[in-house]
């Protein structure tokens, strides 16, 4: 029997948006969990290495819900700043804190009637875990400054890449939380588990870069698919993702041959971190850039590199580099890296 490759998501508004591709057996499995967990409206754990495609999964649990016409919402707890995530989450009244000049709804009321990707739950602060709980289990909260309650009818998914049960056995996660937030677990497997799934990939990533690169469609030959079969991809299908922007982007024809996957590769890839830094004169400069320019591009090319080293894991480069991941994130996002 043949199984379609590419499972769409029927109802979701940007349709391309939920695709996911699913040859291999593992990923098959998983849609099939998938379809049969979405309409029932109950929190989901998503857990995978970085890069397998968890908010893709995410948007079809979405897409496939009685919730597919309301919004979905998505919350990256890594990216919010701990003093900012109350009122990020559940909202502030007027007047809340300093600067809050007006009233601000927080992720949990805009995504009243739909969903709530809570990404990267693992890195919730500590004293939210307490409030989230609640908002999961009685569907109220109270927005930072206010004296009243609300009613939300939020289904929340949760993304993680980190082991939570070992978290809750370290005492970094609440028990409690976790078993509420892991009424249904579903593991998103690693690429190197389902090389079966990299040719339509390729071919689905390349179709999609190439639209948004605004490029004639690309083909990528039958050697080249079975090299990137054959890759390793530590950063999963976001490496491949970020492989295939590189040889499209540097493509000299219209068919991109295996001589391509060589040239795509970031300098610097695969080798420890010291390696992968480029001096000064790395750095092309242009006449008449000031020392803050040059540093920038110093800083993004650093970054943008070590990155790549680091196959994607923005956890990874983060400790690599020496920052705090949310201070990686606000450079990603200073960067366009994001
Ligand atoms: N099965 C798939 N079919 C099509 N595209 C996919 C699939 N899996 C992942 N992608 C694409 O790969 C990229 C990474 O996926 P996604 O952001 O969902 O990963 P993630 O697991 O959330 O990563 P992270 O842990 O880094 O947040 C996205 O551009 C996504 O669209
Ligand atoms: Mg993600």
Same mark, same amino acid.
């Given at each position: 029997m043949r199984h379609a490759t590419l499972v769409e998501a029927e !109802? /979701?508004?940007?349709r391309d948006e939920a695709d996911l591709v699913a040859a291999s057996a593992p990923m098959r499995r998983l849609v099939a969990e998938v379809a049969r967990v979405a309409p029932r409206d109950v929190t989901v754990l998503l857990r995978g290495?970085?890069?397998?495609?968890k908010e893709r999964v995410a948007s079809l649990l979405h897409a496939r819900?009685?919730?597919?016409a309301g919004p979905l919402v998505r919350c990256n707890c890594a990216a919010i700043p701990a003093a900012l995530a109350e009122a990020e989450l559940f909202g502030a009244a007027r007047g809340?804190?300093? !600067? /809050?000049?007006e009233a601000r709804r927080g992720f949990f009321s805009a995504a009243d009637g739909g969903t709530l990707v809570l990404d990267e739950?693992?890195?919730?602060?500590?004293?939210?875990q307490p409030k989230l709980l609640r908002a999961l289990q009685e569907g109220e909260l109270q927005p930072v400054g206010a004296g009243r309650i609300e009613r939300v009818d939020v289904r929340v998914v949760a993304c993680t890449n980190r082991d939570l049960a070992a978290e809750v056995r370290a005492g970094r996660f609440r028990e409690d939380l976790y078993y509420r937030l892991a009424v249904v677990e579903l593991v998103v497997p690693p690429l190197r588990d389902r090389r079966e799934d990299v040719p339509a990939l390729a071919a689905v990533l390349a179709r999609r870069l190439g639209a948004r690169f605004g490029v004639a469609p690309v083909r990528l030959s039958p050697a080249l698919v079975e090299r990137l079969a054959a890759a390793d991809w530590p950063g999963n299908v976001r490496q491949l993702e970020n492989a295939i922007a590189r040889m499209i982007a540097l493509a000299p024809g219209p068919v991109l041959g295996p001589e391509a996957f060589a040239a795509a590769q970031?300098?610097?890839?695969?080798?420890p971190s010291r390696d992968a830094v480029p001096t000064a004169q790395g750095v092309p400069t242009p006449a008449g850039a000031t020392l803050r320019e040059r540093l920038d591009r110093l800083e993004r090319q650093v970054i943008a590199e070590t990155l790549a080293a680091a196959g994607g894991n923005q956890s990874e480069a983060a400790r690599r580099l020496g920052l705090a991941r949310t201070v990686l994130i606000d450079r990603l996002k200073k960067y366009g890296l994001l």
């Amino acid at each position: 029997m043949r199984h379609a490759t590419l499972v769409e998501a029927e !109802g /979701a508004g940007g349709r391309d948006e939920a695709d996911l591709v699913a040859a291999s057996a593992p990923m098959r499995r998983l849609v099939a969990e998938v379809a049969r967990v979405a309409p029932r409206d109950v929190t989901v754990l998503l857990r995978g290495e970085t890069g397998t495609g968890k908010e893709r999964v995410a948007s079809l649990l979405h897409a496939r819900s009685r919730r597919a016409a309301g919004p979905l919402v998505r919350c990256n707890c890594a990216a919010i700043p701990a003093a900012l995530a109350e009122a990020e989450l559940f909202g502030a009244a007027r007047g809340a804190y300093t !600067g /809050a000049v007006e009233a601000r709804r927080g992720f949990f009321s805009a995504a009243d009637g739909g969903t709530l990707v809570l990404d990267e739950i693992g890195e919730l602060p500590h004293a939210l875990q307490p409030k989230l709980l609640r908002a999961l289990q009685e569907g109220e909260l109270q927005p930072v400054g206010a004296g009243r309650i609300e009613r939300v009818d939020v289904r929340v998914v949760a993304c993680t890449n980190r082991d939570l049960a070992a978290e809750v056995r370290a005492g970094r996660f609440r028990e409690d939380l976790y078993y509420r937030l892991a009424v249904v677990e579903l593991v998103v497997p690693p690429l190197r588990d389902r090389r079966e799934d990299v040719p339509a990939l390729a071919a689905v990533l390349a179709r999609r870069l190439g639209a948004r690169f605004g490029v004639a469609p690309v083909r990528l030959s039958p050697a080249l698919v079975e090299r990137l079969a054959a890759a390793d991809w530590p950063g999963n299908v976001r490496q491949l993702e970020n492989a295939i922007a590189r040889m499209i982007a540097l493509a000299p024809g219209p068919v991109l041959g295996p001589e391509a996957f060589a040239a795509a590769q970031p300098r610097g890839a695969g080798a420890p971190s010291r390696d992968a830094v480029p001096t000064a004169q790395g750095v092309p400069t242009p006449a008449g850039a000031t020392l803050r320019e040059r540093l920038d591009r110093l800083e993004r090319q650093v970054i943008a590199e070590t990155l790549a080293a680091a196959g994607g894991n923005q956890s990874e480069a983060a400790r690599r580099l020496g920052l705090a991941r949310t201070v990686l994130i606000d450079r990603l996002k200073k960067y366009g890296l994001l």
